[in-house]
């Protein structure tokens, strides 16, 4: 005897890659003639950025260059000097093969850096890059919630889960002009850049997500016609509206944006000043729809009239609670030398870690604020410190058991203080998706040898002596008894008996 199934699907997301891998990028640097021979270099920036990554069979290929800038000071010592250049990078990432198509999100930082001038004209440089990479492929289980066959006892389990929808990812760029504001003399060299997005809302709907954002872009450039370094920022605004199988209003989207390889190009105006910046960045766009669902479950059965053969799978179960997003404010000061003039403040090599426990949602942020700035003797001075710190926020409702973040870390605002100390303030935007990760057991089939002697069929009528917090299906499973009938013969209503007691039990 085979019993028939009777099945609901189930899709969920299979990680094929969830984790980081190391590029190593080692180079040496010729100064090109028109550069002055290095004194001391103040500071060496490297900023990965991805210009593509595709999935393809067991492989996650991923392509970038590497925004190399070196800060240093000229022979004489007085003057902020700066050359730049690219390098370009590659990656192959070995991934669980699948037949699925796959979705990537990659986010590339610098792990570690060493930089030295190993003569006035020549710099060595030794980085490690580092690519968190998750990929996935959207799967379905067919989960047994039902089975017909005579004398067949069943168990049915609910749970509550999120379903997976759809992922996607796009890539788009974005293009503009921006003027100098307030009156800042035209470009000579661009000296340092700063370019991050975020997004600033997502609506799904029908078939469709919306996503608005904007694109932060910073840059410090050395004027024309000489003088004191020159700070500009700006953010250009963006929309995008992305057609997405499956999507309605009801889901639930993770969404991460990412900044890609991008471009600072001074313009030249009609005078023959550069006096705006053309700008072109790469957006990275990555999607992970879910769809809250209610499961139910076979995970067991028995007859009472012969044995059965049972065969169980098991699936994965996530469960997304929400995505909690919020901004972390920390508060610090930077001890100087007899400060004059801030030239720059940045900050990078942020990272945030972030978990679950006793209610609450725990984040560990660290990031590295960046200062160049001017003494009271006119020299320009360079110093970094390490910000290290924990917060906590209340979860309510259903408590999650982890984390995924999401992180961006900017300067809000400083103020000198007095001539040895500078007070700042920083915002680490965070985008946390709080879920519950398990597996659900379910059969599969079950079947009986029909040539097999089946139980005794000798009606009978017992008297069982249970313990306090036994299961009822145990008691009616080992004594081949209708549970139907266990609990309407005892008046109980409950799986679990609340305490000792003896139990009527008829077997038909």
């Given at each position: 005897?085979?019993?028939?199934?009777?099945?609901?699907?189930?899709?969920?997301f299979?990680?094929?890659?969830?984790?980081?891998?190391?590029?190593?990028?080692?180079?040496?640097?010729?100064?090109?003639?028109?550069?002055a021979?290095?004194?001391?270099?103040?500071?060496?920036?490297?900023?990965?950025e991805?210009?593509?990554?595709?999935?393809?069979?067991?492989?996650?290929?991923?392509?970038?260059t590497?925004?190399?800038?070196?800060?240093?000071?000229?022979?004489?010592?007085?003057?902020?000097?700066?050359?730049?250049?690219?390098?370009e990078?590659?990656?192959?990432?070995?991934?669980?093969?699948?037949?699925?198509?796959?979705?990537?999100?990659?986010?590339?930082?610098?792990?570690?850096?060493?930089?030295?001038?190993?003569?006035?004209?020549?710099?060595?440089?030794?980085?490690?890059?580092?690519?968190r990479?998750?990929?996935?492929v959207?799967?379905?289980?067919?989960?047994?919630?039902?089975?017909?066959?005579?004398?067949?006892?069943?168990?049915?389990?609910?749970?509550?889960?999120?379903?997976?929808?759809?992922a996607?990812?796009?890539?788009?760029?974005?293009?503009?002009?921006?003027?100098?504001?307030?009156?800042?003399?035209?470009?000579?060299?661009l000296?340092r850049?700063?370019?991050?997005?975020?997004s600033?809302?997502?609506?799904?709907?029908?078939?469709?997500?919306?996503?608005?954002?904007?694109?932060?872009?910073?840059?410090?450039?050395?004027?024309?016609?000489?003088g004191?370094?020159?700070?500009?920022?700006?953010?250009?605004?963006?929309?995008?509206?992305?057609?997405?199988?499956?999507?309605?209003?009801?889901?639930?989207?993770?969404?991460?944006?990412?900044?890609?390889?991008?471009?600072?190009?001074?313009?030249?105006?009609?005078?023959?000043?550069?006096?705006?910046?053309?700008?072109?960045?790469?957006?990275?766009?990555?999607?992970?729809?879910?769809?809250?669902?209610?499961?139910?479950?076979?995970?067991d059965?028995?007859?009472?009239?012969?044995?059965?053969e049972?065969?169980?799978?098991?699936?994965?179960?996530?469960?997304?609670?929400?995505?909690h997003?919020?901004?972390l404010?920390?508060?610090?000061?930077?001890?100087?030398?007899?400060?004059?003039?801030?030239?720059?403040?940045?900050?990078?090599?942020?990272?945030?870690?972030?978990?679950?426990?006793?209610?609450?949602?725990?984040?560990?942020?660290?990031?590295?604020?960046?200062?160049?700035?001017q003494?009271?003797?006119?020299?320009?001075?360079?110093?970094?410190?390490?910000?290290?710190?924990?917060?906590?926020?209340?979860?309510?409702g259903?408590?999650?058991?982890?984390?995924?973040?999401v992180?961006?870390?900017?300067?809000?605002?400083?103020?000198?203080?007095?001539k040895?100390?500078i007070?700042?303030?920083?915002?680490?935007?965070?985008?946390?998706?709080?879920?519950?990760?398990?597996?659900?057991?379910?059969?599969?089939?079950?079947?009986?040898?029909?040539?097999?002697?089946?139980?005794?069929h000798?009606?009978?009528?017992?008297?069982?002596?249970?313990?306090?917090?036994e299961?009822?299906?145990?008691?009616?499973?080992?004594?081949?008894?209708?549970?139907?009938?266990?609990?309407e013969?005892?008046e109980?209503?409950?799986?679990?008996?609340?305490?000792?007691?003896?139990?009527?039990?008829?077997?038909?």
């Open positions: 005897m085979q019993a028939q199934r009777k099945t609901q699907p189930y899709e969920y299979d990680f094929t890659f969830d984790g980081a891998s190391e590029v190593p990028m080692d180079t040496e640097y010729t100064l090109p003639d028109y550069c021979d290095i004194q001391k270099i103040l500071k060496c920036s490297v900023t990965p991805l210009s593509s990554y595709h999935v393809s069979e067991d492989m996650l290929r991923c392509e970038g590497c925004d190399v800038r070196i800060l240093y000071l000229d022979p004489k010592g007085d003057t902020l000097r700066c050359c730049d250049f690219t390098k990078f590659t990656a192959n990432i070995a991934i669980k093969s699948v037949e699925e198509k796959s979705v990537a999100y990659v986010k590339a930082s610098v792990e570690h850096m060493t930089c030295r001038a190993v003569s006035a004209r020549r710099v060595d440089l030794h980085v490690a890059l580092s690519l990479a998750l990929t996935v959207q799967k379905q289980c067919q989960i047994t919630y039902g089975m017909e066959g005579e004398g067949v006892e069943r168990r049915e389990r609910m749970a509550s889960a999120t379903q997976a929808v759809n996607m990812s796009h890539q788009f760029y974005i293009e503009d002009r921006l003027p100098l504001k307030n009156g800042k003399p035209p470009i000579g060299t000296l850049k700063e370019v991050h997005c975020r600033t809302g997502c609506k799904v709907s029908q078939g469709q997500i919306a996503v608005t954002g904007r694109v932060e872009i910073s840059f410090l450039y050395q004027p024309a016609e000489g004191d370094p020159e700070r500009m920022s700006s953010s250009v605004d963006f929309e995008q509206v992305i057609a997405c199988d499956g999507a309605q209003e009801t889901c639930l989207c993770d969404l991460r944006v990412e900044a890609g390889e991008s471009s600072l190009s001074p313009r030249e105006d009609d005078v023959g000043e550069y006096t705006s910046v053309d700008v072109r960045v790469g957006v990275f766009l990555t999607a992970f729809l879910y769809q809250t669902c209610q499961i139910s479950y076979l995970d059965a028995y007859s009472i009239r012969a044995p059965l049972l065969r169980y799978e098991e699936t994965p179960l996530l469960d997304v609670q929400e995505i997003s919020e901004v404010k920390k508060k610090g000061t930077l001890s100087v030398e007899e400060i004059q003039k801030v030239v720059d403040l940045w900050c990078e090599q942020d990272s945030v870690r972030s978990r679950c426990e006793k209610g609450k949602l725990f984040y560990r942020v660290k990031f590295t604020v960046c200062l160049l700035y003494n009271v003797q006119g020299r320009l001075l360079y110093m970094e410190r390490p910000f290290e710190y924990e917060t906590a926020t209340e979860q309510e259903e408590l999650p058991q982890k984390s995924d973040t992180f961006l870390t900017d300067l809000w605002e400083y103020r000198i203080a007095d040895n100390s007070e700042i303030s920083v915002e680490t935007w965070v985008s946390s998706l709080l879920y519950n990760r398990g597996s659900i057991r379910f059969l599969s089939a079950v079947s009986s040898d029909d040539s097999a002697p089946g139980f005794p000798t009606p009978q009528l017992l008297v069982y002596y249970a313990s306090a917090g299961n009822l299906w145990d008691i009616a499973k080992n004594h081949r008894a209708l549970l139907s009938d266990l609990r013969q005892n109980l209503y409950e799986d679990v008996l609340p305490d000792a007691r003896p139990l009527i039990l008829c077997r038909r």
